[in-house]
């Protein structure tokens, strides 16, 4: 009995790894959108405009407000292509001695690159620092201490 818990555990962890090392097909489409876009302005260069822009593009199924596909599970892994939606969330981290903080009352981003479990590249615009063009940022999950976010996997 103890193992064949071991083996379907085996199996559990390899389809886990599996999914989390590939990128779905209508992800890679959106990512390459996206990443033909850096540097511009996609729409009147609201941040909402990316993945409307984005999705309609790759022709993905979405309500049309912010519901970009399927919610994704706390345990599914993050995908480039997977579209984050920010809701009255705060962060704090540090670099060298000083401490920032950001604010993100209601804000949707595309997630360009995968770091780690905790960590990623957004590509998103109407931010402090790229303005109203598509710029990329990293995200560090672990920062946040207030609001809520959901990520999205697209779907046709």
């Not at 540097?39 to 790759?58: H, I, M, P, Q, T």
């Not at 994704?72 to 995908?79: R, V």
Request: glycine share 8%; net charge positive.
């Amino acid at each position: 009995m103890k193992y064949k818990l071991i083996a379907v555990f085996a199996v559990l962890w390899m389809n886990i790894c599996a999914q989390c090392d590939s990128i779905s097909p209508l992800n890679k489409e959106i990512h390459t959108y996206v990443q033909s876009q850096i540097n511009k302005k996609v729409g009147r260069g609201e941040c909402w405009d990316l993945a409307s822009y984005a999705l309609n593009k790759v022709g993905a199924k979405w309500d049309g407000l912010f519901v970009y596909g399927r919610k994704l599970l706390p345990n599914e892994c993050i995908q480039p292509g997977d579209i984050i939606q920010f809701k009255n969330v705060k962060l704090s981290y540090s670099k060298g001695k000083k401490t920032f903080t950001e604010e993100m009352k209601q804000h949707t981003a595309i997630i360009f690159a995968v770091i780690n479990s905790d960590e990623v590249i957004l590509a998103h615009q109407n931010t402090g620092f790229s303005g109203k063009k598509v710029g990329k940022s990293p995200l560090v999950f672990s920062t946040i201490y207030k609001g809520k976010y959901s990520i999205y996997r697209p779907e046709k």
